[in-house]
C-alpha cells in the first residue's frame, strides 16, 4: 500500500486542521493506520492510530481530547481532525500502516511523504 499525507498548513494557536491520508491499493483496509510526527531536533513519536475496522483509535496523551482520528474505507482515505492547535503541535506529519494498532514507529512497514503543520503563537 502506498500513503500520501496531506492537508498541512500555517495556523494560529487555537485553530483548527484536518489532515488526509490517502491510500492506493487495494488491500488498504486490511491495515491499520498510525499518525506520527516530527519536529526539528526531535524524535518522531506517535499522534493516533486506528485499527482497519475504525472501530478502535488510540491517543497520545499530548494530542487526547484535541485531535481525532477517522477513516473512510470506501475512500482509502484516513483523517485527522486537529483542534485548538498550540505551537508545540508544529511538526512534520507522517502517517503510516502496519497490520496492528500500535504506536511502536518501528513497526510499521509503510509511509507517506509527510505535510507540514506549522502553528504560530
Known amino acids: 500500500?502506498?500513503?500520501?499525507?496531506?492537508g498541512g498548513g500555517l495556523v494560529?494557536?487555537?485553530?483548527s486542521l484536518n489532515?488526509?491520508?490517502?491510500?492506493?491499493g487495494?488491500?488498504?483496509?486490511?491495515?491499520a493506520i498510525g499518525w506520527?510526527?516530527?519536529a526539528p531536533g526531535k524524535e518522531r513519536?506517535?499522534?493516533?492510530?486506528i485499527t482497519w475496522s475504525g472501530s478502535s483509535t488510540y491517543y497520545s496523551d499530548s494530542v487526547k481530547g484535541r485531535f481525532t482520528i477517522s477513516r473512510d474505507n470506501a475512500k482509502n482515505t484516513v483523517y485527522l481532525q486537529m483542534n485548538s492547535l498550540k505551537p508545540e503541535d508544529t511538526a512534520v506529519y507522517y502517517c503510516a500502516g502496519n497490520t496492528l494498532l500500535v504506536p511502536s514507529i518501528s513497526s510499521y512497514d509503510y509511509w507517506g511523504q509527510g505535510t507540514q503543520?506549522?502553528?504560530?503563537?
Open 1 to 6: 500500500v502506498q500513503l500520501q499525507a496531506s
Open 12 to 15: 494560529q494557536a487555537g485553530g
Open 19 to 24: 489532515l488526509s491520508c490517502a491510500a492506493s
Open 26 to 31: 487495494r488491500t488498504f483496509s486490511r491495515y
Open 36 to 38: 506520527f510526527r516530527q
Open 45 to 49: 513519536e506517535f499522534v493516533a492510530g
Open 117 to 121: 503543520v506549522t502553528v504560530s503563537s
